[in-house]
């Protein structure tokens, strides 16, 4: 643990996603100015996350100004106008760092969550293990360290509501999964097997009572959330784009066929028919997902301890398949559930490493393999930021094996690489369960 911390402090600082770190930036110097977070419309998440940044970056405002957060690079803004991936100024360390370290605090806490979840069920040395595989995965350091992504937050809140309606304290877990819905809407789709569950398998004896007490938690905050939006338009407008989809575009998930040449007439000519059916496929996801799994232990007779993280497993990866973007930072959603299945044998963890392999790929991907353009910081420390932008105009120069960039082909590469992991942790989940005391054949 202290290895993996001592990674993401030193990464912190040296390292950003330029273009991202642009809406954190924006968002601190809108919050210091006070014309409101979305009024520049480049912070593009729901109020929930508004919230949270308003803490996080509320005292940076206080005892510094945006000439401290980051500088103009005329370097960086010659690379931006060639591949639309940068904006043209460089973050300063001080910035970089301040604005991960609340992600190092949730994935610690979101550590404690799992412990809490699952220490009755499961041996402590195997927790552990697990613990420090999270932990330790380069994906996970890659988003919080160098990407800098606030998935994080949202995926902490999610967990502590599953922890909660495994206690049955349904009001809690709701109002939890609502706030989760309130930084980022996935946890909405989430939130309905859920519900569905406490009916159909005997979660708890009072069905209604239950039911109530979770749907009541889980409107509080959604309906805070749908108030303030009445009244800032701007957050609804934003919100909502990004959870539909708004175009057939290239990411982990279906859409990457659009990366395949001798395709692109007829998608092109399909669009909106592929989008329409993308849109149908996101909202469905869960509906899908629930038939298909309880149909599958019904018929199978198999009781199943760990039946509910495989609906919620399902329905995420329906959703990586259909969403507008999926993108690697996506796939920390699935991790927590996906993690209490290799606790318990019934998925391997192989599959998990390849799971997060495919987004390790994509994002390698998204600058041409030239890994070193996330090192602009380090040009405060006297380091040629020249010397970074030439080699990434040549990677994005060279010739693609399928098309006209090699960092096409990697999108695509990572995409089927991804599905193909998914499609072996859905067979291992429902076909090749190792037998264990959580899996047992239903009597009559």
Known sequence: MIAGLLVRLILAGITSWNNDIRVWFQFAADLKSGIGVYTNK???????LAAILSVVYYPLTIFSNPSQWSHYSAVVDKLSAASLLFWPNVATPFFAFYSKIPLFLAEIGFLLVLYSTYKKNIGLDKIKLILLFFYLNPL????????????????????????????????????????????????????????????????SKQYFTSAYKLLLGFLLPVSAM?????????????????????????????????????????????????????????????????????????????????????????????????????????????????????????????????????????YLGIHSMSWKVLFFPLSYFGYSIQNMADQYIRFSQIPGLINSKIYADIFLFSAIWLIAAEFSIIRQMFRNQIRNPNVEIRKK
């Open 42 to 48: 480049t912070f593009s998440y729901p109020p929930g």
């Open 140 to 203: 996970v350091i890659f988003v919080s360290a160098i990407h800098g992504q606030l998935d994080l937050f949202p995926i902490l809140v999610l967990a502590a509501g599953f922890l909660f309606y495994r206690k049955q304290n349904f009001f809690w877990s709701g109002i939890l999964i609502g706030l989760a819905t309130t930084m980022k809407l996935y946890p909405a789709l989430i939130f309905l097997p859920l519900l569905f569950y406490i009916f159909s398998t005997g979660v």
């Open 226 to 362: 749908l108030v303030y939006m009445i009244f800032v338009p701007a957050s609804s407008v934003v919100t909502f784009t990004r959870f539909s989809t708004i175009g057939f575009e290239g990411s982990m998930n279906f859409a990457a066929i659009n990366y395949l040449p001798f395709l692109q007439s007829a998608i092109f000519h399909h669009q909106k028919s592929l989008s329409n059916f993308m849109t149908f496929g996101l909202y469905f996801s869960p509906f899908v997902a629930y038939y298909f799994a309880r149909r599958w232990f019904y018929k199978n007779k198999i009781v199943d301890k760990f039946e509910l993280e495989k609906i919620i497993v399902t329905t995420f990866f329906l959703i990586y398949f259909f969403s507008g973007r999926t993108d690697p930072n996506y796939l920390l959603w699935a991790l927590p559930f996906l993690l209490a299945l290799v606790l318990e044998n019934q998925v391997k963890l192989s599959s998990i490493l390849s799971f997060t392999g495919a987004g390790f790929l994509f």
